[in-house]
């Protein structure tokens, strides 16, 4: 199916021009449901994440898009690594499962739960990240898509707050 995708996405440029990169990310973003993400921010610039619970460059990351919540939505997707142990599981299980979402996240990405999370269960919406991060072909984080520009960026970027546009 996803081949007949790209090929469809491939001929549609040809034919009509445009970078075949944009429709690719374009088709990509689509593809993602964003009713499945932790949303935070009540801004109209939107960011889709991908992000895990101990990843430094993940965690300076939020330090800075949490001062533009106002201006930006964000749409984030967990990532705990296997490789990484139990405790960052059960870091994505709390913010995943918790009913106060953002406190949750800004425990974890800020290190105040860092050796001392609650023991929480497993949370299926983490379940259902994983599935959209794989399907993404999601290998490092942080992971950001700007769905205005159709433009991804992988890895920590100072310039990402420049990229949405948001003026310091």
């Known amino acids: 199916m996803q081949r007949i995708v790209l090929l469809l996405i491939l001929a549609s440029s040809l034919l009509f021009g445009g970078s075949l990169y944009d429709e690719l990310i374009k088709e990509q973003i689509r593809s993602i449901p964003k009713d499945k993400a932790i949303v935070v ?3 109209n610039r939107e960011l889709i994440t991908v992000i895990n619970p101990d990843c430094p ?3 300076a990351e939020w330090k800075e898009l949490r001062k533009h919540l ?3 939505r964000i749409y984030i997707f967990l990532f705990p690594f296997k490789t ?7 870091k994505a299980y709390y913010i995943a499962c918790s009913e106060n979402k953002l406190k949750a996240l800004d425990e974890v990405m800020l290190g105040k739960l860092d ?3 609650p ?3 497993k949370c299926s919406l983490v379940e259902e990240h994983l599935k959209v991060v794989e399907k993404l072909g999601v290998n490092g984080v942080p992971y950001n898509i700007i769905p205005q520009k159709n433009k991804i960026i992988e890895g920590f970027s100072k310039d990402l707050i420049k990229e949405l546009g948001i003026e310091k």
């Open 115 to 117: 050796g001392r999370v």
């Open 119 to 121: 023991n929480v269960g």
């Open 57 to 59: 460059h993940c965690r």
């Open 70 to 72: 106002n201006e930006l």
């Open 84 to 90: 990484w142990g139990e405790e960052n599981f059960r």
């Open 41 to 43: 921010g009540k801004g």
